[in-house]
């Protein structure tokens, strides 16, 4: 492709949105770049945030799945992402649930899929595509979902494979992939939102006795990037928090964190660069392509 590229590879539809929606907004509007979002299932294990909806969970109609794509849809548009792409096709991988639960021994249990055929579909998506940058979680996920785990080992096995020329010269040419990051969050930001929500009716770590005890986030000197969405991006981020109605309720915390600490606590997205080279200039890097 001639555009410049960046591939996102997300779990579950709302994770592109919430994780990294102020990045994705800000590079699909660059008319140089090309965005490509790669989502792993369909989110069919979900909590339902609105009551008038909870016959779509997994235990009722188990139609949740279907609704979430939907939404899918409709927040990846406000994005303005124009490229999207379902890993083996629409729905097949399933959601695993959290850890430790039945549904992660479901058949079709992303969390059980076998890597390398699973990495496969995305090696044919980056050859085809050709990115620069590849955005993905950690090795824990970021807070150790078992889905999140998995769309790390598979999207860090299929830049392997996609840059070896030997492996499945079927799916395309072989491309190397120039830079790889993992979201994060720094730190000071966990602590600030801690602090923020402490005592409020919707705070979201309830039950929590501090930041300490979070399983995410990493130290303000182990991240090398920020993009902070302007005042389009924000917008859009929030067009598609609003797309899911399922799992974004009106007021939840996540709506109001821009109202209570701003609007750059809802669209500063952090990054650990893994592989490739930072960008030139002092502190964090603040694009991704750089």
């Known amino acids: 492709m001639s555009a410049r590229g960046i591939i996102f590879v997300h779990a579950h539809p709302d994770d592109e949105t919430v994780g990294t929606g102020a990045t994705v ?65 629409v729905a097949r991988y399933r959601d695993s649930g959290m850890m430790g639960l039945p549904s992660n021994d479901h058949p079709r249990a992303f969390w ?14 980056i050859r085809d595509r050709a990115p620069e940058v590849l955005v993905t979680y950690d090795p824990d996920g970021f ?15 299929a830049a392997d494979l ?51 005890e979070l399983p995410f986030g990493v130290p303000d000197d182990q991240i090398d990037a920020c993009v902070t969405g302007d005042a389009a991006d924000t917008a859009k981020k929030r067009a598609a928090m609003a797309a899911y109605a399922t799992q974004i309720a009106p007021g939840d915390w996540l709506d109001v964190l821009g109202d209570k600490l701003g609007d750059e606590a809802l669209v500063a997205e952090h990054y650990r660069l893994v592989r490739g080279e930072r960008g030139p200039g002092p502190g964090w890097e603040t694009d991704l392509l750089a």
């Open 162 to 212: 996609a840059a070896d020329p030997a492996w499945r010269p079927d799916l395309g040419a072989a491309h190397r992939i120039r830079k790889v990051y993992w979201t994060t969050m720094p730190r000071s930001v966990i602590e600030a939102q801690f602090d923020a929500f402490t005592g409020a009716t919707d705070n979201p770590f309830a039950g929590v006795a501090s930041a300490d």
């Open 112 to 125: 059980g899929a076998d890597v390398d055929e699973a990495a496969a579909d995305l090696v044919a998506v």
């Open 143 to 157: 807070y150790g979902h078992p889905d999140h785990i998995q769309a790390h080992r598979v999207a860090m096995r």
């Open 25 to 89: 907004a800000h590079y699909a509007a660059r008319p140089d770049v090309h965005v490509t979002v790669v989502t792993c299932t369909l989110g069919e294990e979900g909590e339902v945030r609105v009551p008038h909806l909870a016959g779509l969970a997994a235990g009722e109609a188990d139609q949740l799945g279907g609704y979430r794509y939907w939404e899918y849809r409709q927040a990846t548009e406000a994005l303005g992402v124009t490229d999207t792409h379902f890993l083996g096709g």
